[in-house]
């Protein structure tokens, strides 16, 4: 038993981590515990559906079979982090318009638009950035190009004041203009870029939208719709 | 035990051969699996994640906690509060080092499986090699214990690295966190 004692410890920690990690990965594949409900989106099965990969051919698949109403127009907001950790993405749909926000919250971000329709996402950015993916069962899964990197995501549904936040102003002739993703825990991501040059984004004020960007203020608003040129 | 090197039997340290080649490769197959985990995107922003966080935070310093138990519990066993330490430290040693052991497996599991090895800045960085070092080293230390006839240094060098190892992964990670965002729970 003394002897052992110090095989048997690795091995208690080894079989810890092994279930840890399956439950990881029937949580990441399946739907997971419910959300808050969605602006519009279906409420999250709790049945997890545990053999559906996150690759958009199959989730297609997936999300012809859940109950969403492709013939009216999609309004939701989905927001979190992406595959891996490295970035958090929001999309905000309005009627249709979708709108999706990427950042790492330092100084890598791409906003884009297109549309949400038939469960299909379809946006495009600056510089040749592309979104493709899904939704429905209260998550969109896709797939974000850009800067040629390549992100893929799984995110479920967000309710205010979770969500998509933008400010475009002009601060002492600098065009300003910073992008704002706040999560469910109330943490926030953001990035502002003043003439081109990304920074971290100072934390805004989830219920008022106000935040100080290089000592103006400015107020964050919900996005809705198609971006204001900028 | 500190008397181990002047017994009669030759302390070699050729024993610690198959510990240390295990711990290697412990060592590198979590630096590998969070390397080809990672996405090849941007490097890891803590803001992006959410509630996993604050557990981690706390398993790391209940580790950390008793990461300082089994210091002064080890400096007990070698005699340096006096000669005849009590018998309740060895047990003591003993299970403080499973369960601060174990509460560091759920936090590793996170960090690779959501995070990954990430180089953006220097705390990402060393926390990533520090803990890719930790569980090998831990791995050494537990393989090295059974063994005997291992020199009188092996026990105090491979707790001295695991226990350095785990109070930086709880520098650069819950000690960043609560100094950088808050205390939380």
């Avoid at chain 1, 009627?95 to 330092?106: N, P, Q």
């Avoid at chain 2, 601060?100 to 060393?126: E, K, W």
């Avoid at chain 2, 990533?128 to 092996?154: D, H, Y």
Wanted: contains cysteine; proline residues 6%.
């Amino acid at each position: 038993m003394k002897r052992n004692g110090p095989i048997i410890t690795l091995l208690a920690g080894l079989a810890l981590a092994a279930v840890l990690i399956t439950v990881n990965l029937s949580l990441t594949k399946g739907g997971g515990e419910p959300d808050p409900a969605g602006l519009g989106a279906a409420v999250a099965s709790a049945a997890p559906a545990a053999s559906t990969p996150p690759s958009p051919t199959v989730a297609a698949s997936a999300s012809a079979a859940a109950p969403d109403a492709p013939a009216e127009k999609v309004n939701a907001t989905w927001a979190g982090t992406v595959d891996g950790g490295g970035a958090t993405i929001a999309i905000a749909v309005t009627d249709g318009v979708a709108v999706a926000y990427l950042c790492d919250g330092k100084k890598a971000e791409v906003w884009l638009q297109g549309t949400a329709a038939d469960g299909k996402l379809a946006l495009t950015g600056k510089k040749g950035a592309t979104l493709t993916g899904t939704f429905g069962g209260g998550k969109a899964t896709g797939t974000v190009t850009a800067n040629g990197r390549k992100w893929t995501f799984t995110v479920k549904a967000v309710a205010k004041p979770s969500g998509l936040y933008r400010a475009t102003a002009t601060v002492r002739n600098a065009k300003v203009v910073g992008g704002w993703i706040v999560l469910p825990d109330g943490s926030q991501v953001g990035v502002v870029t003043v003439d081109d040059v990304p920074q971290p984004a100072p934390a805004i004020d989830p219920a008022t939208g106000a935040v100080t960007v290089d000592g103006a203020a400015l107020t964050a608003a919900p996005v809705t719709g198609v971006l204001a040129e900028n | 035990m500190s008397d181990q090197s002047t017994r009669r039997v030759k302390a070699s340290a050729a024993g610690l051969y198959v510990p240390l080649l295990l711990g290697a490769i412990v060592t590198v197959t979590l630096g590998v699996y969070g390397s080809v985990h990672t996405p090849t995107g941007i490097a890891v922003n803590v803001a992006g994640f959410s509630g996993p966080q604050t557990v981690k935070v706390w398993l790391a310093s209940g580790a950390a906690l008793l990461a300082l138990v089994q210091l002064v519990s080890a400096f007990a066993m070698w005699g340096r509060f006096g000669a005849n330490p009590p018998s309740w430290i060895g047990p003591l040693h003993r299970w403080s080092g499973r369960f601060a052991f174990l509460l560091t497996v759920p936090v590793a599991v996170h960090c690779l499986y959501a995070l990954g090895f990430a180089t953006y800045d220097t705390r990402t960085l060393a926390h990533s090699l520090l803990g890719c070092f930790f569980f090998g080293a831990f791995t050494v230390k537990m393989l090295s214990l059974p063994k005997r006839g291992l020199p009188g240094w092996t026990l105090p060098l491979l707790g001295g690295a695991v226990f350095t190892a785990l109070i930086g992964l709880w520098l650069t990670s819950s000690f960043w966190y609560f100094t950088t965002i808050g205390v939380r729970f």
